[in-house]
């Protein structure tokens, strides 16, 4: 098994640490581990694209209709010669 030093932890922090540990019958290691096992175990919400997430911003502002150009024929390329 790994293990982890936390350097520089705050005193109130600690003594919070050591009474949820008291209250739930553990010591502090373990009640470190397992509040990082909870932490830690819980499944991440799936990424959404960057598309959608600008499409679920501006949506409750409606949609706009662009108007697009008529299609025209390709132009010639220009000649480097």
């Known amino acids: 098994m790994a293990s982890i030093t936390i350097r520089n932890l705050d005193d109130d922090l600690k003594t919070r640490l050591r009474l949820r540990a008291a209250g739930n019958g553990r010591s502090m290691e373990e009640e470190a581990r397992v509040i990082l096992r909870e932490a830690v175990g819980q499944e991440m919400p799936p990424s959404k694209g ?27 390329p220009p000649d480097f010669s």
């Open 50 to 76: 960057l598309a959608t997430t600008i499409h679920e911003l501006f949506k409750p502002y409606g949609g706009v209709e662009l108007e697009l150009p008529p299609h025209e024929p390709m132009r010639d």
